[in-house]
């Protein structure tokens, strides 16, 4: 990092890490500019939360407010939230329709497609005003299937190349087509660092959750692919458990999709993005690090624009008892993010083992419940943050 950026020191071992990463705030401010606003993409929305034009939506990537605008053009944009008069914070609602955004501060106005169209008093400006300089500040944008992703840095790889091979699982994941239909949101807020909760690992799976064994996610084929900027994306044949004892009415964990092989995907993106399909839930989750000790996840949940009204009834059923802070198969979530940041107050590194077969070098094969899938992200984040590994020399500032 450059000269001023945190020091630490990062263990020599490529599986483990340090816990005081998930603790320091001054590393978690490195973060916003190294990571945040670097050069990463990040999914704010789906074009299913915002389908008509004048439609939008409001997020926060890092800290910076933005809102995602579906512009009267037919062009889907993301402006700075912030009034290009004193920066007040321009729009407050969460979702909407607008042709037009106004400050109350002074009424200035801003079209859709950012442009400023009116500022009372102007005669009275600063002799250079001119209002074609004025429009709201627009994020770089770019769009997978509907998926629509935007970066502040301006160096940022094209979208197709920074999502490398994950490209498979989450077309998968956004309905073939991406013409997706939202039906809902479920947003809360974790006590947890946002790169605990980034850890997402197939070891866990049947062994925290309990509801999970519902799904064997284990019990069938699987793949994990590992990209070197930190993505990874999971392949899983799913074989949902009729009758062990479980649910009263097991029509909740049936598959109605059109091919049994297609019954998991998981793709999480670095930094903090997880997209999954699990049966017929399509799930997008985006991820706010709002402090260095909590991390908003907004979990919206979609259908597909071409589902008959039973295929509909049943994934907003399927939705909304499986998946989420409360759904069966991942409600004790919560609670190990939270304990993960309460027992990482300690000294030492935290320890990767399943899947671990090197400690001097990375590798590239990882099988479907390796927690070790996480390492080449975890390295990644290292070399974006600027860490030196013990013994590659360095004070920690790279
Ligand atoms: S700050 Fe928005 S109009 Fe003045
Ligand atoms: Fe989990």
Known sequence: MSAGGPSLRWPARVNEIPKEVFLR??????????????????????????????DFKTMVLGRMPVIVAHGDDGTVRVFVNSCTHRGNQLETASCGRRTEFECPYHRWAFANDGRLIGCPGAREFAPDFDKADHGLRQLRVAQFFGLIFATADRDTPPLEAWLGATVSALQ??????????????????YASNWK??????????????????????????????????????FKVQLKPVQNAGFLRDPSLVAFKGVDPQNGSRVVQLFPATVLTKHLDVINLRFAIPTSVDETEVHYAYFAHQDDDAELLRHRIR???????????????????????????????????????????TLWHDFGQNDEA??????????????????????????
């Open 25 to 54: 705030p001054d590393i978690f401010e490195a973060e916003l500019q190294r990571i945040f606003y670097g050069g990463q993409w990040h999914a704010l929305a789906h074009l299913g939360e915002l389908p008509e034009p004048g």
């Open 373 to 398: 899938g996480n390492l080449p992200k975890w390295d990644y984040y290292r070399r974006v943050m600027g860490f030196a590994r013990a013994g590659e020399g360095g004070d920690g500032h790279a």
């Open 196 to 233: 605990a909760y980034a850890d997402n690992d197939g070891y866990h799976a049947p062994l925290l959750h309990t509801g999970f064994r519902l799904l064997q996610w284990q019990g069938g084929q699987g793949s994990q692919t590992v990209t070197d900027n930190g993505h990874l994306a």
């Open 318 to 360: 399927q939705s909304s008892n499986l998946l989420g802070p409360c759904g069966v198969i991942s409600m004790e979530d919560a609670a190990i993010f939270q304990r993960i940041h309460v027992g990482s107050r300690s000294p030492g590194n935290a320890a990767f083992q399943k899947g671990v077969k090197r400690l001097d």
């Open 172 to 189: 998968d994941i956004l309905g073939g087509d991406g013409r997706l239909r939202l039906l809902g949101y479920q947003k809360v807020r």
